[in-house]
Structure formats: C-alpha cells, structure tokens
C-alpha cells in the first residue's frame, strides 16, 4: 500500500547542531510539505514543494531548508538548531492541492 | 489580518447526540475548505472537502456546511461516538492550504 513515512519518529539533539529530518512518500504525489505543529499555534507550514527541484517558503522558514531532489522524498534540515525549534513536524503530500495525506510525525526536542 | 478560528475551548458531547463544531475565517475568499481529525501521537487524516459553490457534503454520519456569506464552515457528527473523540482541523485553500489550531471533541458515553 501506498503511504508517507517519516524518520526519526523522536529525535533529541542539542543546541546549534545540524539535524535532517526524513519524509518519504510512495503515492508518486507531485506536492510535499512541511508543518510544525505546537500548542497554542495548530499546524504552520514551514516549506514546500509542487515537483522536482521546486522548493518554496512557508509561513515559518527561517532556520530550516529542503531539497527535492526525486519525487519521492523532502528531507527538512534545520541548518543549527534552536530550542525555539522544539516542536512536532509532520511531513504531507498531495496530488493537487485537495486532499493532504499526513506522514507520523517526528517530535523534535533541541536542547 | 487573516484569521482561521475554531473553538479552543474542548467541546463535550453526551454520545448519540449531534456534534457540532465551528469554523470561522476572515480577510479570506477561499476556494474549498477541508475537515481533518487527529488523534493524540498521529498526523491529521482528511475527512471532506466542500468547494465554495457547494453549500452542503455528507460523508456517511459526518455533514459539512460552508457559508460564505458568513465565513463559516459547520462539522456535524450526528449519532457520535467515543471512538469520534479527537481534535478536528479546518483548512481553508487561499493561495496555500491554511489550517485553523482544532477543536477537541470528547464524546462522552
């Protein structure tokens, strides 16, 4: 069966380190994206992706980046992480921009 | 300023009736507007999508409404369920997909 994965599930790391987060995805979906999701804040998205090579901006981007190299995956790497980071990332992917399937989720503590 | 507000207060419902949940939006002409349910450790999962000509969707004990007069989407669970207990998301479609911060419904047996 189809379905989006996301890797580590947890993950906890220390201030100003370099940490990549892994969202894969079989459905063959052209659009992938990025959220956190913190108390008090629901789901903001931070990047995302309509194909190959096409990266843009969300509403919360500063601190981290992606590549979309295949259609298959969209790491999100937080270039040196902050404890403002501490959060639960989803990764989702879509066909046009109806329906978002959710991958897990990874809970990230920066400490 | 752009607003996508649901009830943040937690909504309790005695099970078998009818749940109602509310979303309001402002300074927004959105295309269509989607319901999601999360579960507490998991990501959203999509319930129903309703475009901005269509003023009513049913989806098996589920039924959604968009007002644009109002700016308003309604959620009805009708015969609710404790196994309906979650926190439910609307997202609205303006130039990207915008997600209001939930409502948690207990369905209380």
């Known amino acids: 069966d189809a379905e989006i994965t996301q890797s580590p599930r947890h993950k906890i790391t220390e201030t100003g380190r370099q940490v990549t987060l892994a969202c894969h995805q079989t459905?063959?979906?052209?659009?992938m994206f990025w959220y956190r999701q913190d108390l008090g804040h629901g789901l903001r998205l931070i990047h995302y992706?309509?194909?190959?090579?096409?990266?843009n901006k969300g509403e919360v981007s500063d601190g981290y980046s992606v590549s979309r190299s295949n259609t298959e995956d969209l790491p999100l790497t937080l270039e040196s992480a902050a404890s403002s980071q501490t959060s639960v990332y989803f990764c989702?992917?879509?066909?046009?921009?109806?329906?978002?399937?959710f991958g897990p989720g990874t809970r990230l503590t920066v400490l | 300023s752009q607003k996508i507000e649901q009830n943040s207060e937690a909504l309790n419902i005695q099970e078998g009736k009818t749940a109602t949940l509310t979303c309001n939006y402002t300074?927004?002409?959105?295309?269509?507007l989607q319901w999601y349910r999360q579960d507490p450790g998991r990501g959203p999962v999509f319930l129903l999508l309703i475009r901005e000509n269509e003023k009513e969707k049913r989806k098996e004990r589920l039924k959604v409404t968009f007002d644009t007069t109002l700016k308003q989407s309604l959620f009805h669970i009708t015969a609710s369920q404790p196994a309906d207990s979650a926190t439910y998301l609307c997202a609205l479609r303006d130039d990207k997909i915008i997600f209001g911060k939930g409502t948690r419904l207990h369905i209380l047996p």
């Open positions: 992706s309509y194909g190959v090579q096409d990266t």
């Open positions: 300074n927004y002409s959105p295309a269509y």
């Open positions: 989702a992917s879509s066909w046009g921009e109806d329906t978002q399937y």
């Open positions: 459905w063959n979906h052209n659009n």
